[in-house]
């Protein structure tokens, strides 16, 4: 485009000013990079004739986007979040650090502070009479193989209506949210309920966008964990159940091969106590 009005002198000027790239104040990393999200936006506006009133709607989104605290939402949709893990791979790759459970979104719902417990461990309080219990367990090891004791596995998950406690008024506070130190052997074990997938607010700012765009907004049925350790990288993963609707077609783009899990079904008595499940959990 040669008659872009991007090459003129006072529009690159009106540019370099409103980053702050004119003073030699402030963080220059930063003026950097909201020069070029401005470029961006200039750019766009003017190849695509922007007229005012987009212009002001669009302003006006990012207002009641923030207004709904939905803006975490928005970003893990439009597959800003999953692009990161894109790049985090490439540079473990690039580093040889390869391996392991892989990555995958935080997402917007983590909360700091769960509480921490050991042995076996029970992340659903509220009484939901639908809910089918489920039992996890595994085993933190470093990249040779060898056990971690002492790792923390924050495990953060959903109830049975995709409602997440904290967010979820009607849940209590922790619900579904605790963080497990592993044992000697660097095993975790935790009870808890089946999650269902996530939907983003119908009647949210995130959904309003999505509606406009012909997607939906949905996520497969998942559970998220941080697992870290002293002198270890931290992961942030999550594993999905399979034979979810969504499973691959999250509209957070978090799902992975490696990460689906088969929920195995216990119907035997038997077999449920062995689990455990009559007694030690309280
Ligand atoms: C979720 O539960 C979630 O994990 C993500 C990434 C986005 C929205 C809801
Ligand atoms: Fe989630």
Not at 94 to 112: F, V, Y
Not at 135 to 143: A, E, S
Request: proline residues 5%.
């Amino acid at each position: 485009m040669t008659d872009s009005l991007m090459h003129r002198i006072d529009v690159q000027a009106l540019l370099d000013k409103a980053a702050g790239l004119d003073t030699d104040t402030g963080d220059r990393r930063l003026k950097q990079i909201i020069r070029r999200v401005l470029a961006d936006a200039f750019r766009t506006i003017e190849e695509f004739g922007v007229t005012p009133t987009e212009f002001w709607r669009a302003v006006d989104y990012v207002t009641r986007l923030g207004q709904s605290n939905e803006a975490g939402l928005l970003v893990a949709g439009l597959g800003l979040e999953h692009f990161l893990d894109i790049l985090m791979d490439e540079e473990e790759r690039k580093a040889g650090l390869q391996g392991g459970t892989p990555r995958t979104i935080e997402g917007p719902l983590w909360l700091a502070g769960a509480p921490l417990e050991r042995g076996e461990v029970r992340l659903d309080q509220d009484p939901e009479s639908d809910a089918e219990t489920i039992v996890m367990d595994g085993q933190v090891r470093d990249p040779d193989g060898n056990p971690i004791p002492g790792a923390i596995v924050d495990v953060w998950h959903a109830n049975t209506k995709g409602g997440y406690s904290f967010f979820d008024s009607s849940q209590s506070a922790w619900n579904l949210r605790r963080r497990i130190e592993t044992d000697r052997d660097g095993r975790y074990r935790f009870r808890s309920i089946m999650p269902a997938g996530y939907g983003c607010p119908p009647e949210g700012t995130t959904q309003a966008l999505l509606d406009r765009i012909g997607r939906h907004g949905q996520r497969p049925a998942h559970i998220h964990f941080f697992v870290e350790a002293p002198g270890y990288r931290k992961l942030t993963t999550q594993i999905n159940i399979a034979g979810d609707k969504y499973l691959h077609e999250d509209f957070a783009f978090a799902t992975r091969d490696e990460l689906i899990v088969e929920a195995r079904r216990e119907a035997d008595p038997e077999a449920i106590a062995r689990h455990g499940l009559n007694a030690p959990f309280s």
